[in-house]
């Protein structure tokens, strides 16, 4: 589908992911340090490692998509992957969900993509 | 299809959203009452008598210079502005927007106003919270948060008592008179 003139694209500005990307880095040398140097005293900060490390990995890979909204619908695009697109039309409710910091648009045959 | 609030211009795009996906909207019947969360009104209210506790705790010392009962007593003068700041109720119908605060309330005609958006607010701790943003023809854009109806029925709520205004051609004959 060819894009519209008039399409806006939201992004997530680069400190969100620059932010996310170091931390896993740093989890990972402390895991990668325990694995080639094992010690009874690091094992529970290599657990946190991992743990946190993970969280923010996965974090990372939700943020890897945009949105572009136009006159005629909303176009989402994930990394690698192909595009989503719905119609105004289509979407029946809208969702502020604070608490897990997104919003949710449910289409109208009451699924979510 | 979920949006993450980190999206950059994440207000713009959800008033977009709200805009243009036309089936969200409830269509309420005006005039519409909100009101302010439970919530929100006790947390105040309890570091109030916190405060005052405080501070008749530290008048009973004696002392006759008392710092800390003092401080007390400024710090319960914090709760009673935002209590006296925060809307506790509010009705909107076709003609006018009432929202009562403690002992006082404020009227704005539905045809002086010029625009409702989304606004996102971010805590230190990462939090967020949605707001809604009441564009007038004259003050400041009014903030509106923590009512208890949700922020997504206020926007429609006004967006809808607005668009009944300039069907009517209310908010141009406002902005002529200006």
Partial sequence: MDEPANERVFEFPSSVRLFLLPVALV????????????????????AVAILVGGMQLRSFSRLRYRVAVSDDGIRYM???????????SEIANLELRERLGDARLVNQRCDTT | ???DYRLDRFQDLLSFVADHATNCDPHPSLPSS???GYLEQTVVVIVFFVSIGGSIFFVRTGQSINAPATAFGLFAL????????????MTVSTDSIIINYLGWRREIAVASV?????????GSRGSVWT????????????????????????????????????????VQAMQNIR
């Fill in chain 1, 27 to 46: 989890c990972g040398v402390i895991f990668l340090f325990e694995i080639f140097q094992p010690s009874l005293n690091n094992l529970a900060l290599a």
């Fill in chain 1, 78 to 88: 994930p990394h690698g992957d192909s595009p989503i697109f719905l119609q105004w």
């Fill in chain 2, 1 to 3: 299809m979920n949006l």
């Fill in chain 2, 34 to 36: 909100f009101h302010i």
């Fill in chain 2, 78 to 89: 914090i709760p009673v502005a935002m209590l006296a700041a925060l809307p506790h109720s």
């Fill in chain 2, 114 to 122: 010029t625009g409702v958006r989304f606004g996102i607010e971010r």
């Fill in chain 2, 131 to 170: 707001v809604v943003w009441l564009d007038r023809l004259e003050g400041r854009p009014i903030k509106l948060r923590g009512l208890s109806e949700g922020s997504t029925a206020l926007y429609y709520c006004l967006r809808d008592a607005w668009q009944t205004a300039k069907d009517s051609g209310l």
